[in-house]
């Protein structure tokens, strides 16, 4: 079993919100995939499917991002997984230019509050994720508001190729290819000159 938890507040305030990439990218593969995640369990929001072969466990936790280890904790203990080989978690980074992928097989939480909850809750920093840029928070503003904020028009068609990729970038981490997934879209995206 492969837990892939995206991270995310619930309810419909947050919808479509900068912070709630993870829960975007759950919804994507759950399109593709045919696997409803609307099952509650350990305070999450679950799906069970397949993917290519693999028995997947599609998580949104409902506990509000800051205390999303309290769900995917919770989740890694039942299903009693190895979370260096089978948990990944999806995420929003404002260091990553928007739908811009970073994938990782270990980290700190680098200043992210959910990643610090799930690192508290498993005692290890050691699984993989999968960041997927918002953008850098334009001077002056409140971090919670950017993040809580939601994407422009063109933003939005960036991200929505974000979402396929990351989509792609977890079928191959199913596949065994972390690092071929790492290669592949850890490249620093050019952005497209007027007229291309």
Do not use: C, W
């Amino acid at each position: 079993m492969f837990i892939i938890a995206g991270l995310g507040n619930p309810t419909l305030a947050y919808e479509g919100t900068r912070h709630n990439v993870g829960f975007a990218v759950i919804d994507a593969i759950a399109e593709r995939y045919h696997i409803p995640v609307e099952i509650r369990k350990s305070r999450a929001l679950t799906g069970k499917g397949m993917i290519g072969g693999h028995k997947v466990l599609l998580v949104k936790p409902q506990t509000y991002m800051n205390l999303s280890g309290e769900s995917i904790g919770a989740l890694a203990d039942y299903y009693k997984i190895d979370e260096e080989q089978e948990l990944l978690v999806i995420y929003d980074d404002v260091s990553l230019d928007v739908g811009q992928l970073r994938i990782r097989r270990k980290g700190s939480a680098g200043g992210h509050n959910g990643i610090k909850n799930i690192i508290a809750h498993l005692g290890t920093d050691v699984f993989p994720r999968i960041k997927i840029g918002v953008g850098e928070k334009p001077k002056g503003y409140d971090l919670a508001d950017y993040v809580l904020g939601h994407f422009s028009k063109g933003e939005k068609v960036l991200m929505e190729e974000g979402y396929q990729n990351a989509v792609r970038a977890v079928e191959m981490i199913l596949d065994g290819n972390l690092d071929e997934a790492m290669n592949t879209f850890n490249k620093k995206v050019k952005p497209k000159e007027a007229g291309e």
